[in-house]
């Protein structure tokens, strides 16, 4: 049985925020509405395989049991519900900018 995605609002927000600046940096609104949905796809890949991503570094994060996947520059952090079989996309940004 295949994992339902449930992308929350901080999630959703992060790829507003990342459509906006790739759309502000190339000056195309296509070339961002692409790369959001890039990104959207490596999220939904996770409903046949949740376990595929890595687990971070950080022991916080290792104790809230994020894992992560990789997307050019950018990290999709996400946790796992086996009950409910839901991965719940968390956080979505770019590994290189500075916050």
């Keep these: 049985m295949n994992y339902s995605i449930n992308i929350t609002d901080t ?3 992060h790829l507003r925020d990342i459509a906006l600046y790739i ?4 000056k195309d609104r296509e070339i961002a ?7 959207e796809v490596e999220c939904y890949t996770l409903s046949e395989m949740p376990n595929k991503g890595a687990n971070p570094d950080d022991r916080l994060l290792v104790s809230m049991d994020y894992k ?11 946790t796992i ?3 409910n079989k ?4 968390q956080a979505i940004f770019n590994a290189k900018k500075r916050l």
């Design 81 to 83: 519900e086996d009950l």
């Design 23 to 26: 759309a502000e940096q190339s």
């Design 11 to 13: 999630a959703k927000g």
């Design 86 to 89: 839901t991965v719940y996309i």
């Design 33 to 39: 509405k692409k790369f959001v949905q890039e990104l």
């Design 68 to 78: 992560f996947l990789i997307h050019k520059d950018y990290l999709i952090f996400y």
